[in-house]
Nanobody, 127 residues
Framework: QVQLVESGGGLVQAGGSLRLSCAASERTFSSNVMGWFRQAPGKEREFAAAISGSGTSTSYADSVQGRFTISRDSTKNTVYLQMNSLKPEDTAVYYC????????????????????WGQGTQVTVSS
């Protein structure tokens, strides 16, 4: 069964750091574009970051550029999101997502381009 499982969320003070992990059940995800999205209560889910299958290309939303770093470890079939200098506005449920095929290489910011989703992990930044 295809499954993505996020972990690492929690409560952190503004200015602090947090590292999220996304473990994939399928080894084929090691070649797929992967992304992180986030959704605050009452708001639409928005793009945060994406990474190519090789891990050599990344894309970030302007709101997180310079503060967040997406990476992946294909040997562990895991994608990470390192979040530094956290702000209260970063508070949201963070979702890991995977595109459906390895040959679709665009680092899309559109949630409908991602076929597989994790259950989400809560990140709360207090001030």
């Amino acid at each position: 069964q295809v499954q993505l499982v996020e972990s690492g969320g929690g409560l952190v003070q503004a200015g602090g750091s947090l590292r999220l992990s996304c473990a994939a059940s399928e080894r084929t995800f090691s070649s797929n574009v992967m992304g992180w999205f986030r959704q605050a209560p009452g708001k639409e889910r928005e793009f945060a970051a994406a990474i190519s299958g090789s891990g050599t290309s990344t894309s970030y939303a302007d709101s997180v550029q310079g503060r967040f770093t997406i990476s992946r470890d294909s040997t562990k079939n895991t994608v990470y999101l390192q979040m530094n200098s956290l702000k209260p506005e970063d508070t949201a449920v963070y979702y890991c997502a995977a595109r459906s095929t390895y040959y679709t290489r665009t680092l899309s910011r559109m949630q409908n381009d991602y076929a597989y989703w994790g259950q989400g992990t809560q990140v709360t930044v207090s001030s």
